[in-house]
């Protein structure tokens, strides 16, 4: 199996930036693609992005795109998560995870394993 270890998330003025980053480790093999969830609570888990390890095809929600980019480090096992100009909205808990299939990558059925999740909040 995936392990995922989440980093980088924390407190930031509306208009900023953060960058979060998502290490895989262990049976790295069995994942074809990464993808970012968020939740805020009272609502569902909801698709952010999305990066296949190999060709590098990216997925983005409509409401992160033009300010969200999803990249990888194939080295390293690592997906990244840059979050520019930032809105009180992409407040929540955001998870990475792992998807063995590939398919339907833009929901949570597809994805195997998933992280701790690490908070973003953004302030007003």
């Known amino acids: 199996q995936v392990q995922l270890v989440e980093s980088g998330g924390g407190l930031v003025q509306a208009g900023g930036s953060l960058r979060l980053s998502c290490a895989a480790s262990g049976r790295t093999f069995s994942s074809y693609v990464m993808g970012w969830f968020r939740q805020t609570p009272g609502k569902e888990r909801e698709f952010v992005s999305s990066i296949r390890w190999s060709s590098g095809y990216t997925e983005y929600a409509d409401s992160v795109q033009g300010r969200f980019t999803i990249s990888r480090d194939n080295a390293k096992n690592t997906v990244y998560l840059q979050m520019n100009s930032l809105k009180p909205e992409d407040t929540a808990i955001y998870y990475c995870?792992?998807?063995?299939?590939?398919?339907?990558?833009?929901?949570?059925?597809?994805?195997?394993?998933w992280g701790q999740g690490t908070q973003v909040t953004v302030s007003s």
């Open positions: 995870a792992s998807s063995k299939s590939g398919y339907g990558t833009r929901y949570r059925a597809s994805y195997d394993v």
